[in-house]
Every structure is written in structure tokens, then in C-alpha cells.
């Protein structure tokens, strides 16, 4: 049993990432950096930084690029006293980066449940090559970009071997485990939820996007996108985010890393990533929200293992989509918008990167879709049994999926 990274909820995984060691001298060198920056005041990021201040900044008030990481240096014994010595009780997630631990910051020890802020504590396995490159990564982009729909990174901890990154805690868990976790812990999104945590999520591949110097998520999926206790979405793991390409290029090569079923056509056949590679991956996620069903299932009947594949020629058809919805809504949803939704999706999903939309017009367009009338919002009258072959792929566990290289998420059981 492997946990997900959404920090709360047990998933199934069977694969992991080759075991590879982060050189020791590669470690010492980040950590006399590390260090040099710390005592000088300064950041090493800001001397060669490949971000500036967005060129539209009025669009994201509270968004900015700050000069110098603002992070907090941890030590090892802080972080192990926050988390109880690491005990296996307060693990949240688990997977190939290694493992995600609940803390409580300032805690009082006669304190059973734990006192003071509450954190994540994501702790490196010293075995991961990847892991030690994705470390970094948080660093470089977390520790700098700052956004209402970015989960905040508060700090880190370098210590020997030990790599520690803590960020805030997301008491909603992800959007993957709301719209395919089980049990009485996870309540099915009504609408106007699922339509305020897509237009948060787009809100912050936006700010991403609009950077004078672009970055690309490269990883947008479900199980990425996490929610505070008021259902406000929050991109998460920026192990894989990648600066976008010149202003000459259209895309960046690179090698082919990510999920199944998320990633963009032209950077599984190609390895060329484009900003609308997100755009594609955006669309995913919608289909998901729409439908209750996971991406990629090979559980599902032949034909349709594959989500997209499966559902996108119906998008189109009004008839047809009200079928494929999800049934938890119970017709609780204004089919107006749910149709537009659907064309917008259709958009996102272009084969061609230049012809999908903008994550700015995505935005925009989810945006004035928001907030339907009360009338649109009752039920439908409608037979539950129509969704044949569909129910067969909800209530399944959640997964953790790794992150590179490309895989298929894991059956589920």
C-alpha cells in the first residue's frame, strides 16, 4: 500500500523509480552554495535567473516573482521533532521522491493530536537521483514564484545527506481523490465546486504562462492539483517544471517525462514541449471533472482504457455528454455551461499545439461561465442506469502515479 501525494489518502502503485545515488560530492557542492547564500544575505537564483516581473501584471494582482527565494532554513532536528521522529503515523504520502509527513510547527509535547502550524514535511529518499534533481527544482521555482494558486513552499532542510523541503498543509487533500477516492472521508464536488477548482488550477497555469520568461508545469494532472480547506486550488510538485523557450522557439526539447494519459501527443511522439502542453493536460483534467472517470484505467472495456479517446467524440453532442457525466452530480449541474465546458475542453485538446487556446482565454472563459442561475442548478430527471460501461471506472483507489519517465498509472484493483 502506497499512499498518494495528495498527503492523506491510501493509493495503489506498483512501479518505482530505479535506485540511483545523488553523488556525495553533488550534494556537498549544493550545500556549500546553499550555505554561501544564506550568510551573504543574497540568492544564487537571482544572479542568473531566468524569470522577470510579468509583462501583464494588473491580470494577477496577488502574483509576483520575488527577488530572492524567501524560504526558511530547517534543521534536521526541528523537522524530525515536528513530525514525531518521522513516526509512520503521520505519513501523508508516499512515492518515488520519497515520503510526505504531517507536522506540527512549535508543538507542544503533552499535546496528543499535535499543536502550532501545521505542515508537510516531504523528506527525500537519499537513494533517488531523480528525487535530489526534483529538490532542487522546488527550490529554484517554488522558492521564487508566488501565487494565490501555487501551494507555498515555506522552507527547506539541508543537512549531510538529508534533503527536506516543507510547504503549507492542504486540508482537502487533491482533486484526484475527490473525484475517484472511496469511503465515507470523501464527499462527491457538487458543480460549482468542480467549476471553482478548475477556474483556480487554470488560474495558476496562467500565471505560469504569462511570466515574461514562460514556465511550463509539464506535470498538470489531478492528483497535482491540491485543495485548502475553502476548496481553493493549488499547483503542487514543480519537479518537472521546465522554463519555456525563447522568444525565437516554439518549444524546448526535452526528454519525454510525465504521466500517461495527461501528457500532450506532440511531446510523447516528438519530446518537443510547447506551453500548450499544459493547455492539453488542462483539458484532461476538465474531462475528468466532467465525467468521474480517471484519465487512463486499464480496467475499462477495450476501446476505452484511454479517457480521451473514449469520450471526446461526444463532447460535441449534447444528448450524448449528459449520459457520460458523472452520476454523483446527480443532474445537479446547468447543462448550458456543462456544454460549453465541453467545447471548451474540445479546444484544449487540439491536436495541433497553436490551435488550442491560451491558458489566459481558458481562464477568462471558465470565468464567465461561473456562477449559473439556481434554475439551471436543479436536477434532472434521469435514469442512473444509463451510464453502462461508465461506473465501472469510479470508486477506485486513487493512485500515486511516478513522474518520470513517462508511465502508465497502475491498475487499480
Known amino acids: 500500500m502506497r499512499y498518494c501525494c495528495c498527503w492523506g489518502f491510501p493509493v495503489e502503485s506498483s512501479t518505482s523509480i530505479a535506485n540511483c545515488h545523488p553523488s556525495t560530492e553533488a550534494i556537498s557542492r549544493t550545500q556549500t552554495e546553499t550555505t554561501n547564500t544564506t550568510s551573504s544575505g543574497g540568492s544564487n537564483f537571482s544572479k542568473n ?176 492539483i491540491l485543495l485548502d480547506g475553502l476548496y481553493n486550488a493549488k499547483l503542487s510538485d514543480f519537479g518537472l517544471a521546465k522554463v519555456g523557450p525563447s522568444s525565437s522557439k516554439s518549444h524546448v526539447t526535452t526528454r519525454v517525462m510525465g504521466t500517461h494519459g495527461y501528457a500532450a501527443p506532440e511531446y510523447v511522439s516528438t519530446g518537443h514541449l510547447y506551453v500548450k502542453s499544459d493547455v492539453y493536460a488542462f483539458g484532461v483534467v476538465l474531462v475528468e471533472m466532467l465525467t468521474g472517470l480517471r484519465a487512463l484505467d486499464g480496467n475499462r472495456p477495450r476501446g476505452r482504457h484511454n479517457l480521451v479517446d473514449w469520450i471526446k467524440p461526444v463532447l460535441s453532442d449534447r444528448r450524448k455528454l449528459k449520459s457520460f457525466m458523472d452520476s454523483r452530480l446527480e443532474g445537479r449541474y446547468p447543462s448550458k455551461t456543462v456544454f460549453q465546458v465541453a467545447q471548451l475542453v474540445l479546444k484544449c485538446l487540439e491536436q495541433e499545439p497553436r490551435c488550442r487556446p491560451s491558458m489566459k482565454d481558458v481562464l477568462e472563459t471558465l470565468q464567465r461561465l461561473e456562477a449559473p442561475s439556481e434554475k439551471s442548478m436543479e436536477p434532472k430527471v434521469r435514469n442512473r442506469n444509463n451510464n453502462q460501461g461508465i461506473a465501472q471506472g469510479r470508486g477506485q483507489k486513487p493512485l500515486y502515479p511516478p513522474r518520470s519517465p513517462l508511465h502508465s498509472p497502475p491498475r487499480s484493483h
Request: proline letters at 5%; hydrophobic letters at 40%.
Open 49 to 224: 535567473s531566468h524569470f522577470s516581473a510579468a509583462s501583464d501584471e494588473e491580470a494577477f494582482p496577488d502574483g509576483q516573482i520575488l527577488p530572492d527565494p524567501n524560504l526558511r532554513i530547517f534543521t534536521f532536528a526541528e523537522l524530525r521533532a515536528a513530525t514525531k521522529n518521522f513516526r509512520p503515523r503521520t505519513v501523508l504520502g508516499e512515492g518515488g521522491f520519497g515520503k510526505v509527513y504531517k507536522g506540527w510547527l512549535d508543538e507542544k509535547p503533552s499535546s496528543r493530536n499535535g499543536s502550532g502550524s501545521v505542515i508537510a514535511v516531504k523528506k527525500l529518499n537519499s537513494e533517488s537521483l531523480q528525487g535530489y534533481e526534483e529538490w532542487k527544482s522546488e527550490i529554484n521555482f517554488l522558492g521564487r514564484l508566488s501565487h494565490p494558486n501555487l501551494v507555498k513552499l515555506l522552507g527547506y532542510c539541508l543537512e549531510d545527506r538529508e534533503l527536506l523541503l516543507v510547504y503549507e498543509f492542504m486540508q482537502k487533500g487533491s482533486l484526484e481523490n475527490h473525484l475517484f477516492g472511496r469511503g465515507s472521508v470523501v464527499q462527491p464536488l457538487p458543480w460549482k465546486l468542480r467549476l471553482k477548482i478548475a477556474i483556480g488550477a487554470a488560474g495558476g497555469l496562467a500565471f505560469l504562462h504569462q511570466l515574461e520568461r514562460q514556465v511550463i508545469y509539464r506535470d498538470f494532472k489531478s492528483s497535482n
